[in-house]
């Protein structure tokens, strides 16, 4: 009887515990056809409004958020309750469960805690007048600012959440949450590019009244950072509104003496290299890829003119005539005081080349630079509004990304994003190949660069090798040379130099060596100074040049070693490229251990950068 008594008890607690199990499997299965059912819905509903862009995308979802939300939470309610949460301890099967309850927490997050409050801000600065005659009242702009940051940091967080939830095993719930996971990454990459515009014109008014100089520079004549700034004026800032001041052409500009940055300007252009330093020149403040180097520099100059001795200098902008184009495509046209017209298409060819042949005279030039350059920003700042601010959030990211647009300040309220700060994160390399040009000519809108990133092997160490190859093609056809005005082809002040190195201090030799490089400075001939950044935590190696130049001087191609600003660069006197012909410069690259895949960093191009990158480790 015992033994019957407990194989009876003991039937009775598996048949309890296979009940339990049937019971719970099919709560189970009921909550994930209802999480499907609903998550389906709610991401059908973003689907159908997200567009190209965030701002777009929200009054879309405005008749559509009250349903977004009852979807949304009615798929959290179910996996965040008790039998999902056992369904994550599943063997295998867990880490689907742990997925999906990663996917609707995100998408439930987006639609109740970040959508409605972005969507309210976004609505209230619609109804503002934030420009008018010319000035532009950032106060609507910086009291919205800090509900765009804090929903960014939301995001950031719940794309990064769905980045690292675990794989799935089942195709159809991988593909599912793998659709889910691009589409938050767009809406994440969005809400930065957003976030990055309107903090970036907060932080203008940030720590109270004074200016901020805006640069433009100039795609023609290269420097590390851009080109050479053509027309400087400023921004003035008085009680939460900016206004356009006055432009000065770099000709109004006086040489100073040693100024913050001066060392570091030096050690990167090549006459420097010769013997001779240069002191405080507007020409060549952006020679330093670092951009926060080139803005103090650049403070430091303008302090020292008449114009701005008495100036509060809050911060530095820059913009070159690629970046002015793209924001009249969006704002519109200019009209100048000749009848010239700017526009969205012309805009960079005709400031980087065009007119030079339309207005020979320098000094009509100069005029004609400062025009342009103050009527555009009056444009940008006069005819401000929401509507243009959604049009401009993709293209001003995508312009701070590649070098156009720079933004510094000096106030301590956090960096910019488009600030142009070197990398110092060894986790995220980045290697950068900078120009800067050295004939005095107009030379550089006939110069194509392109290069190709190779990651060649996974070292024992867990390092990573990389090969750049940075080409450089001088478009301009030889029988071109003759017909162009000089001006674009080359106004080297070949006996001014000549003057300048034979006061310098240095050998018979060096002095020889200057002297051939000098002499080469011919019409239509490209002189390019390589600027070489290691990446942080990494290393350079087995630099060479390839060029099939008559005009080359290889000695002048070798690359030296120099510390600027607190880093390693690798730079040389310079590489001669005559019209028609082609230079190549190659590198190896060392990522630390651990490091993300590398990034290449570039001066500038007036068109789209031509970078492809490429992975033999897979081959």
């Known amino acids: 009887m015992a033994k019957g008594g407990a194989a009876k008890k003991v039937a009775i607690a598996v048949a309890a515990v296979l009940g339990v199990i049937v019971i719970y499997c099919a709560l189970l299965v009921g909550s994930v056809l209802q999480v499907k059912r609903h998550a389906t819905q709610a991401v059908s509903i973003v689907q159908s409004a997200i567009g190209s862009d965030i701002p777009s995308a929200l009054p879309a979802l405005a008749d559509k958020m009250a349903q977004l939300q009852q979807e949304t939470k009615a798929a959290r309610s179910q996996t965040d309750g008790i039998v999902w949460?056992?369904?994550?301890?599943?063997?295998?099967?867990?880490?689907?469960?742990?997925?999906?309850?990663?996917a609707v927490t995100a998408l439930d997050?987006?639609?109740?805690?970040?959508?409605?409050?972005?969507?309210?801000?976004?609505?209230?600065?619609?109804q503002q007048d934030i420009?008018?005659?010319?000035?532009?009242?950032?106060?609507?702009?910086?009291?919205?600012?800090?509900?765009?940051?804090?929903?960014?940091t939301v995001i950031q967080k719940q794309s990064k959440a769905l980045e690292n939830a675990p794989e799935s095993h089942v195709g159809k719930v991988r593909n599912v949450l793998e659709t889910g996971t691009t589409l938050f990454a767009k809406v994440a990459n969005q809400s930065n590019q957003l976030t990055k515009v309107v903090s970036m014109f907060s932080q203008l008014v940030d720590g109270g009244e004074g200016k901020y100089l805006i640069m433009v520079q100039s795609n023609a004549e290269a420097q590390a950072a851009g080109g050479v700034p053509g027309s400087i004026g400023s921004l003035d800032v008085e009680d939460g509104k900016i206004s356009v001041g006055e432009f000065h052409s770099d000709s109004e500009f006086q040489l100073v003496g040693d100024i913050d940055g001066t060392e570091q300007i030096n050690q990167m252009y090549a006459i420097s290299q010769f013997g001779v330093d240069y002191g405080g020149d507007i020409r060549i403040a952006t020679v330093s890829p670092n951009f926060p180097i080139v803005a103090k520099y650049a403070t430091g100059v303008w302090k020292q003119q008449s114009f701005g001795a008495n100036d509060t200098i809050k911060g530095v902008m820059s913009l070159d005539p690629y970046a002015l184009q793209s924001l009249l495509g969006?704002?519109?046209?200019?009209?100048?005081?000749?009848?010239v017209q700017l526009d969205g298409n012309n805009t960079a060819q005709y400031l980087s080349n065009t007119v030079y042949r339309d207005i020979p005279d320098q000094n009509q030039q100069d005029a004609f630079f400062k025009e342009s350059a103050q009527l555009i920003m009056q444009k940008v700042f006069g005819s401000f509004d929401a509507k243009n601010m959604f049009s401009l959030v993709k293209?001003?990211?995508?312009?701070?990304?590649?070098?156009?647009?720079?933004?510094?300040?000096?106030?301590?309220?956090?960096?910019?994003e488009w600030n142009g700060e070197l990398s110092n994160d060894p986790k995220q390399p980045e290697t950068g190949l900078f120009v800067n040009e050295m004939g005095w000519s107009k030379m550089d809108w006939y110069a194509k660069r392109s290069a190709v990133v190779t990651k060649m092997k996974i070292n024992q160490d867990g390092t990573t090798t990389w090969h750049v190859s940075y080409t450089i093609a001088n478009s301009m056809k030889p029988e071109e040379v003759e017909s162009t005005p000089e001006y674009i082809t080359s106004t080297f002040p070949t006996s001014f130099f000549e003057d300048l190195i034979a006061q310098g201090d240095m050998s018979d030799e060096e002095r020889a060596f200057a002297t051939v490089m000098i002499s080469k400075a011919q019409p239509g001939v490209l002189w390019h100074i390589y600027v070489i950044e290691p990446p942080a935590g990494g290393s350079v190696s087995d630099i060479k040049v390839s060029n099939n130049s008559a005009s080359r001087v290889q000695e002048g191609e070798q690359f030296s070693k120099i510390k600027s600003d607190g880093r390693d660069y690798y730079t040389n006197v310079g590489v001669l490229i005559d019209p028609g012909c082609t230079a190549v410069v190659e590198y190896n690259v060392t990522t630390a251990a651990g490091a993300s895949d590398l990034k290449l960093d570039e001066t500038p191009v007036p068109y789209t950068p031509q970078i492809v990158y490429e992975d033999k480790t897979k081959e």
Not at 114 to 122: E, G, I, K, Q, W
Not at 403 to 409: A, D, K, L, S, T
Request: glycine share 8%; hydrophobic share 40%.
């Open 330 to 339: 969006i704002l519109g046209e200019v009209t100048l005081s000749n009848g």
């Open 131 to 152: 420009a008018s005659g010319g000035t532009l009242n950032v106060k609507p702009l910086s009291s919205m600012a800090d509900t765009i940051v804090q929903a960014n």
């Open 109 to 126: 997050t987006m639609s109740n805690d970040v959508a409605p409050n972005v969507s309210d801000a976004l609505e209230k600065l619609q």
């Open 85 to 102: 949460r056992i369904s994550t301890m599943i063997p295998y099967f867990g880490d689907d469960f742990s997925a999906v309850r990663t």
């Open 395 to 416: 293209t001003m990211s995508v312009l701070g990304q590649q070098r156009h647009i720079y933004n510094v300040g000096f106030v301590d309220s956090g960096k910019s």
